[in-house]
């Protein structure tokens, strides 16, 4: 037996729990995680597609901005009143100095930022730190910084982008005679603009720069929670596309890096997303959790229906395993019952009261068997004792040298004990024209060989199957009506031929035909039964499909038996005859 039929359920009520939980929760479970996997998954493209866009626009605007601080430095150096300033420190006081720098700072033509500061210093010692003047020290610590450094060579470029927690423009400041003039120095912070450029944006994302090396050039505290081997590895396997996109798991975020090709750096952006998929994990949860209830209150609902479906069937199960100890006597209790299981209540107490009276009478036609068995057993007395006298009188008339008498007493026999062997009902039709010749040796005897039978048989229909005795009726019923009024010598024709899938045995006579031969018939007492016996016989035996029929043929009467063609092996029967000797 397979697996699996030993692992299902045999029980009625423990194969229906079983089946709603396997067919109808289990592939309806299945089903919404796919499609809830599926929302969420498109959800995520959707913001993975949103946050690639907003990146870009970052990126440009992050690059628009360093643009400017160089275009501002460009624009400072070639201003006249800052190359006066710097170069006569003396010209201006405090409040025209601060009013220079405040229209300075902020050129409409640029629109820098609120996150880009400017310092400027001359080669006298004056400092000014978004227009403030500042002392001597600071002066000294502002011109001794490294950006400045090796910018006084010839030869050298007069300015430097320095990289750090902020982003500095250091440059010396030359007139139009390539002459030094003033310091300046330029800064840019990363985090506050990424936090105002971002504010009012769609997505709230984290940015960070990185250099080719992958290492931050502008720390965020928003990014110690991203795997930063992620990260590498993207930027690894950048290749020549302008963007990349990852889901880093660890994090729950969805990771952006894109590529600034002016300085060689990556924007990195974080956009978590338990900030916008928070509502679906709780979603989630409540859509789970009620279909855990739902599945229970089904469960339970389908234990309780099939229990009520189970009860009445075991109920019904255990009366039919106590009806055979209680000889059929078993009964349901209608009114217990509801609906279909009312209606099998009444079939099976309908079906034992069948069954009893059934019994009841299968008892009787034993009883009935049984006597007639008794009445066969003890009438098989009579036909030994016949054989055995037949037997006697063959050797009488063998010492009286009357040879006649002795082969009638053997075809008798012959007759006499087919007839009386009830195991047997066909038998080739080589043994059956074998008894009609016997029958006929014995009618030749009494009429003193003035019935002709001529044998009419297909080859290969030796051993064709046919009823016992059942040409020898036909050949009794032309001798006793066909020739009891017949001037001159009867003639009979026997044939055995097939067709299609038939047997047909015909007997045709030269009598007086059936008409003359039904009027005779009406004058008779009593009735013969050899051909009802035939026609009974191959009912019982064939169905419809075995069939006699008498019709008038041009001399006399045609009777015509139709059966199924039916061939046996050869065979030879053992044991001896009662009545020996005779060959026919």
């Known amino acids: 037996m397979p697996l699996w039929k030993r692992l299902w359920p045999q029980k009625f009520k423990n194969r229906l729990f079983a089946a709603v939980v396997l067919f109808l929760l289990l592939p309806f479970f299945l089903v919404q995680i796919y499609n809830y996997r599926s929302i969420e998954q498109s959800v995520s493209s959707e913001f993975r597609e949103k946050a690639g866009d907003q990146t870009e626009i970052v990126k440009a605007a992050l690059t628009t901005e360093i643009n400017r601080m160089f275009m501002f430095y460009v624009y400072l150096e070639r201003d006249s009143s800052i190359h006066e300033l710097l170069t006569d420190p003396g010209s201006l006081d405090a409040a025209e100095t601060a009013n220079l720098f405040r229209d300075k700072a902020r050129p409409q033509s640029l629109e820098l930022s609120d996150q880009i500061t400017m310092t400027l ?287 009638v007493c053997i075809a008798l026999g012959k007759l006499l004990e087919t007839s009386l062997n009830s195991d047997v009902e066909l038998i080739p039709l080589k043994s059956e024209l074998e008894l009609l010749q016997a029958y006929l040796y014995i009618q030749n005897f009494r009429y003193e060989g003035k019935v002709d039978v001529k044998i009419e048989m297909e080859e290969g229909l030796t051993y064709a199957l046919v009823p016992k005795l059942s040409l020898q009726p036909l050949m009794e019923n032309a001798m006793k009506h066909g020739f009891s009024e017949l001037e001159g010598n009867s003639r009979v024709i026997v044939r055995a031929r097939r067709m299609g899938r038939s047997l047909i045995l015909e007997l045709e006579d030269n009598g007086i035909g059936i008409a003359r031969a039904e009027q005779k018939t009406k004058l008779r007492d009593r009735k013969g039964i050899g051909l009802a016996n035939i026609r009974q016989r191959l009912r019982l035996l064939f169905h419809e499909d075995g069939e006699l029929t008498l019709t008038e043929s041009k001399e006399g009467t045609l009777a015509r038996i139709t059966i199924p063609l039916l061939i046996s092996d050869p065979y030879q029967s053992g044991g001896a005859d009662h009545v020996e000797g005779f060959t026919g």
């Open 121 to 407: 210093a001359d080669l006298t010692g004056q400092l000014y730190e978004n227009g403030i003047p500042q002392d001597a020290e600071a002066y000294t610590r502002f011109v001794g910084e490294p950006g400045f450094s090796d910018l006084t060579r010839m030869n050298s470029d007069s300015y430097r982008w320095v990289q750090g927690d902020i982003l500095s423009l250091y440059a010396i400041l030359l007139d139009s005679r390539e002459q030094p003039f003033g310091y300046l120095r330029i800064t840019f912070s990363y985090d506050h603009w990424f936090s105002e450029a971002s504010k009012d944006l769609l997505l709230q994302q984290y940015y960070v720069l990185m250099n080719r090396e992958g290492q931050p050039i502008s720390p965020s505290d928003s990014f110690r929670s991203v795997d930063l081997a992620t990260v590498h590895a993207m930027i690894d396997g950048f290749g020549s596309r302008s963007i990349e996109q990852q889901i880093d798991y660890d994090s729950s975020s969805i990771l952006t890096v894109s590529y600034i090709h002016n300085f060689d750096w990556y924007l990195i952006a974080s956009l978590p997303l338990n900030t916008y998929l928070g509502n679906m994990k709780e979603i989630e949860r409540h859509y789970f959790n009620s279909y855990l209830l739902l599945s229970v209150i089904l469960l339970a609902v389908t234990f309780l229906i099939s229990a009520a479906m189970s009860r009445p069937i075991a109920l019904l199960r255990r009366r039919m395993a106590e009806s055979a100890e209680m000889e059929l006597n078993t009964r349901l209790k209608e009114t217990v019952f509801r609906g279909e299981m009312r209606d099998l209540a009444v079939t099976f107490n309908t079906m034992m009261a069948d069954i009893r009276e059934l019994v009841q009478k299968l008892k009787l036609e034993e009883r009935h068997k049984e006597a007639l068995h008794y009445q066969m057993l003890a009438a098989q007395m009579n036909p030994h004792f016949l054989l055995n006298t037949l037997n006697t009188v063959k050797w009488i008339a063998l010492d009286k040298g009357d040879e006649n008498i002795s082969e």
